[in-house]
């Protein structure tokens, strides 16, 4: 089958590899009819995610046709049509019970933190991703879940990662009526965090990235006030004169390990890899929040020591909360929200790129090239 083989940092290429076989009972082969790039990728794509091995097939964002089922999925039948939630969960452990999808224990029992992620470097599990025309699911009977009669595939796609995390970004944040929310990051989970801002009752809410056409979109699709770091001087004391010097009253971080903007944290985070990234947008959060504010971090970094301003997070009284989405816990109300036309996310999709184009869709997205915001690779058998 055709697939994306990641060969190093900033090196990836369509090649053949085997077709996927079922390997345990809860297992399912499903052939991908969408699978999009993520922001996510782009930490392996840059090679700043430990043990991301040459030969691995990336993508966590897939929806597709069910081909074949292990012994022990009861809950599909050969044919489905599913989204797959990007975290591969037991559904069982004291963590999965909880509904912290992201965090089982199971899938992933070599890490402490996070639990298994489709093409996610073996720090994320090991496992092969949906970047290709096949991908092998485990656990099949806990997170699949059939894509709704009538539902927009391309909402369904965006269903697996970018819906939800956005949605958690502004749940974490604790927002209380009124409240002046600010997101940093105009990427995919940037914009829906803004949007999701509103749901839970934002007064106010303001992006800040440094690509223009994103701020511009967010702007009008959140829709929320939208500013370019470069132009705003020093951003923390923006943010604070616009805020009668108060600070916003939840900061959520949506830019993650890749940040730009801060020299000495692209060289220790970026360049010479001395940090799990760059941490100007946390740096950014942490010291433009409110005295008692609430910070919400669903940008990724990696599992290394990062300088934060953790001085500033005790004296202010902050509360820090990340983590990766639990993608299944909010499925059923996320489903609705679009279904009711609450949340309108194929909007983000701006390129549609056959699977085989995979080497120019990273650089596309990577580079920011051409107004992308989210591209969806397309394998052939999807396209006809
Ligand atoms: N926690 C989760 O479950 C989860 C899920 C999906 C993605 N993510 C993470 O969320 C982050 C965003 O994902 P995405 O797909 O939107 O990525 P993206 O790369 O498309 O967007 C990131 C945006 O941040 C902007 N940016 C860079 N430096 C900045 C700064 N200092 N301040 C403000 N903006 C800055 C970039 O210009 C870009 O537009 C990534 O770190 C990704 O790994 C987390
Ligand atoms: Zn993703
Ligand atoms: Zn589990």
């Known amino acids: 089958m055709l697939a994306m083989n990641f060969r190093g940092p900033l090196r990836v290429r369509i090649d053949h590899k085997p077709m996927p076989e079922i390997q345990h009972p809860q297992d399912a082969i499903v052939r991908v009819t969408r699978s999009c790039i993520c922001g996510s990728d782009l930490h392996l794509y840059n090679g700043s995610v430990p043990d991301t091995r040459v030969g691995m097939t ?7 046709v069910v081909e074949e089922l292990g012994a022990g999925v009861g809950n599909l039948k050969i044919g489905d049509q599913v989204l797959v939630p990007f975290n591969i ?22 890490a402490t933190a996070v639990g298994g992620i489709f093409g996610y470097s073996h720090t994320g599990g090991g496992y092969d991703g949906g970047q290709a025309e096949y991908v092998r699911v485990p656990y099949a009977d806990v997170g699949p879940t059939v894509i709704p009669e009538g539902m927009d595939p391309d909402d369904a796609v965006m269903l697996t990662d970018v819906v939800p995390t956005g949605y958690q970004a502004a749940e974490m944040g604790g927002i209380q009526p009124g409240d002046t929310v600010v997101v940093f990051g105009a990427g995919p989970v940037g914009i829906m965090a803004a949007r999701c801002a509103w749901l839970f009752g934002a007064g106010r809410v303001i992006v800040i990235d440094h690509v223009d056409y994103r701020l511009e979109f967010v702007k009008n699709y959140a829709p929320c006030e939208a500013y370019n770091f470069k132009s705003l001087g020093d951003v923390v004391v923006f943010l604070k004169r616009t805020t009668d010097w108060m600070g916003a009253d939840v900061c959520i971080d949506a830019v993650g390990a890749e940040a730009a903007g801060r020299v000495m944290q692209t060289i220790l985070g970026r360049k010479l890899l001395m940090q799990g990234g760059s941490a100007t947008a946390l740096h950014w959060a942490i010291n433009s929040v409110k005295k008692g504010g609430i910070v919400s971090i669903v940008g990724v970094y990696g599992p290394i020591d990062t300088l934060v301003p953790i001085g500033n997070v005790v004296n202010k009284g902050l509360t ?11 499925l059923p109300r996320l489903i609705e929200h679009v279904q009711n036309g609450i949340l309108d996310p194929k909007a983000l999709i701006t390129h549609r790129i056959p699977l085989e184009e995979v080497s120019d869709a990273y650089r596309i997205f990577s580079a920011k090239l051409d107004n992308c915001i989210k591209p969806v690779l397309i394998p052939p058998s999807a396209r006809s």
């Open 58 to 64: 990336f993508g966590h964002e897939v929806t597709g």
């Open 320 to 330: 820090l909360r990340g983590n990766q989405a639990s993608v299944k816990r909010l």
């Open 89 to 110: 969960a037991c559904g069982k452990c004291v963590f999965c019970q909880q509904e912290l999808y992201g965090n089982c224990h199971e899938s992933n029992s070599q």
